[in-house]
Antibody, heavy 119, light 106 residues
Framework: QVPLQESGPGLVKPSETLSLTCTVS????????WSWIRQSPGRGLEWIGY???????NYNPSFQSRVTISVDTSKNQFSLKLGSVTAADTAVYYC?????????????WGQGTLVTVSS | DIQMTQSPSSLSASVGDRVTVTCRAS??????LNWYQQRPGKAPKLLIY???ILQSGVPSRFSGSGSGTDFTLTISSLQPEDFATYYC?????????FGGGTTVDI
């Protein structure tokens, strides 16, 4: 088992930065991509981006200008920062793992955390 | 971006029924197609990867097929715990994208 657990504020004000952390327990972070995915009724499931444990990243162009994914290997955590949020960023945010080979699926997901953007 | 289109968006079925969900990619994705099951309030769960390989622990009544742009998820005999929403996802190239989902209800 590779439990993933998201944590962070459930409420963010418009124009501010959404910050979430995913803690990985029960396994090594090496050899995997660590992704953030969100889900909302209006937009469905959207892949935001991933980080390789070495620090390299790959972002969805839809979020490129305002997203940062980083990793803290000493704590087995990786983080998401999404800037300049609006109500459209209200969603359940998931962290997920996929093996660092071409075409790999998301084999482990966190339980998800709801983030609401509202003043 | 590669668009993933699922059909139908919802279907009603009974326990024991054979159910088929289709997924079409807007461009060639080889066999880099994955299927997930999501129950209400839960995270998606991987069922099938690379179009036809059953994830460990997933019942054999689930199967997947297809290649190129057209794919199918089949549940051979629907069980009560299978009433859920099913998503396809392409892992051929980034940005990784998902279908809109197919809800299977009673």
């Amino acid at each position: 088992q590779v439990p993933l657990q998201e944590s962070g504020p459930g409420l963010v004000k418009p124009s501010e930065t959404l910050s979430l952390t995913c803690t990985v327990s029960g396994g090594s972070s090496s050899g995997y991509y660590w992704s953030w995915i969100r889900q909302s009724p209006g937009r469905g499931l959207e892949w935001i981006g991933y980080m390789y444990y070495s620090g390299s990243t790959n972002y969805n162009p839809s979020f490129q200008s305002r997203v940062t994914i980083s990793v803290d290997t000493s704590k087995n955590q990786f983080s998401l920062k999404l800037g300049s949020v609006t109500a459209a960023d209200t969603a359940v945010y998931y962290c997920a793992r996929h093996v660092a080979v071409a075409g790999s699926p998301f084999d482990y997901w966190g339980q998800g955390t709801l983030v609401t953007v509202s003043s | 971006d590669i668009q993933m289109t699922q059909s139908p968006s919802s279907l009603s079925a009974s326990v024991g029924d054979r159910v088929t969900v289709t997924c079409r990619a807007s461009q060639y994705i080889n066999n880099y197609l994955n299927w997930y099951q999501q129950r209400p309030g839960k995270a998606p769960k991987l069922l099938i990867y690379t179009a036809s390989i059953l994830q460990s622990g997933v019942p054999s009544r689930f199967s997947g097929s297809g290649s190129g742009t057209d794919f199918t998820l089949t549940i051979s005999s629907l069980q009560p715990e299978d009433f859920a929403t099913y998503y396809c996802q392409q892992s051929y190239k980034t940005p990784l994208t998902f279908g809109g989902g197919t809800t299977v209800d009673i």
